[in-house]
């Protein structure tokens, strides 16, 4: 069975937590869970119902299969952040060696940030520090405040994505995101897209500076052309809680 038809499988079962199908990769549970978080949910929003509902969250053993993309990344056995969820997609973690590969890439995201702010005035000077690369959760109910990689699902059509690997990065925990929001400070995150053959092949980088109402943030559009990596555009968002007034 190919890497996408593992993952529908594993997406549905992994719910569960019971990969027990004999010719399949094992998922094994690891003894890690938390308690489920609660959302308040006056209006019975499905998602929400579900959310509330859902199995403990865990961390968990993947055994991969052989993969239909190249990549640098070491996916022979890796762990993955199960929400408890049916149907939800299969965080994977990033650990040993491919904390250096994703961190080479994360941090190559920096001259395009420079080129922005030479480019435009308005733009902030923006930059991504190595040791502040978060590859752990604060916490197991849910929290998305680090770096890991997600393999994206079949079209649709059922047709191969073109990026078939994502990796999410994140240098600020939750905490440290809500002080500096409700005071003044810069904050950066944003997403990887490869391409098939291992290379990046698209990134939005979102850059905030929180100064209350003053807020502004702006979206690095990064994308690649025959000559490699580009900066496509920067959409600015300038006061943005004013514009929403």
Same mark, same amino acid.
């Given at each position: 069975m190919g890497v996408f038809g593992w993952l529908k499988k594993a997406t549905k079962v992994v719910g569960k937590m019971a990969m027990d199908a004999a010719e399949e990769p094992q998922v094994q549970e690891d003894k890690t869970s938390v308690r489920r978080g609660q959302v308040a949910n006056p209006t019975h929003d499905p998602y929400l119902e579900k959310w509330n509902n859902r199995a403990a969250p865990q961390i968990i053993n993947l055994e991969m299969p052989e993969l239909t993309f190249e990549t640098r990344y070491d996916f022979s056995k890796v762990r993955a952040y199960d929400f408890g969820m &049916?149907?939800?997609?299969?965080?994977?973690?990033?650990?040993?060696?491919n904390q250096l590969v994703a961190k080479e890439d994360i941090l190559c995201m920096n001259?395009?940030?420079?080129?922005?702010?030479?480019?435009?005035? &308005?733009?902030?000077v923006f930059s991504i520090c190595e040791k502040e690369i978060r590859f752990v959760p604060s916490d197991l109910q849910g929290a998305d405040d680090y770096t890991r990689l997600a393999i994206m699902p079949l079209t649709p059509t059922g047709k191969r994505p073109k990026y078939p690997l994502m990796m999410a990065f994140c240098l600020l925990s939750q905490d440290e995101q809500w002080k500096i929001s409700q005071a003044k400070g810069k904050e950066v995150f944003g997403r990887i897209y490869y391409l098939p053959d291992g290379n990046i092949g698209k990134a939005e980088i979102i850059c905030w500076i929180h100064n209350g109402t003053k807020s502004s943030y702006f979206v690095f559009q990064i994308r690649r052309g025959n000559d490699g990596l580009f900066l496509s555009k920067v959409v600015k968002h300038l006061n943005c809680f004013q514009e929403n007034k």
């Amino acid at each position: 069975m190919g890497v996408f038809g593992w993952l529908k499988k594993a997406t549905k079962v992994v719910g569960k937590m019971a990969m027990d199908a004999a010719e399949e990769p094992q998922v094994q549970e690891d003894k890690t869970s938390v308690r489920r978080g609660q959302v308040a949910n006056p209006t019975h929003d499905p998602y929400l119902e579900k959310w509330n509902n859902r199995a403990a969250p865990q961390i968990i053993n993947l055994e991969m299969p052989e993969l239909t993309f190249e990549t640098r990344y070491d996916f022979s056995k890796v762990r993955a952040y199960d929400f408890g969820m &049916e149907n939800n997609p299969i965080v994977i973690f990033i650990d040993g060696e491919n904390q250096l590969v994703a961190k080479e890439d994360i941090l190559c995201m920096n001259r395009f940030l420079s080129e922005g702010h030479l480019n435009d005035s &308005e733009i902030p000077v923006f930059s991504i520090c190595e040791k502040e690369i978060r590859f752990v959760p604060s916490d197991l109910q849910g929290a998305d405040d680090y770096t890991r990689l997600a393999i994206m699902p079949l079209t649709p059509t059922g047709k191969r994505p073109k990026y078939p690997l994502m990796m999410a990065f994140c240098l600020l925990s939750q905490d440290e995101q809500w002080k500096i929001s409700q005071a003044k400070g810069k904050e950066v995150f944003g997403r990887i897209y490869y391409l098939p053959d291992g290379n990046i092949g698209k990134a939005e980088i979102i850059c905030w500076i929180h100064n209350g109402t003053k807020s502004s943030y702006f979206v690095f559009q990064i994308r690649r052309g025959n000559d490699g990596l580009f900066l496509s555009k920067v959409v600015k968002h300038l006061n943005c809680f004013q514009e929403n007034k």
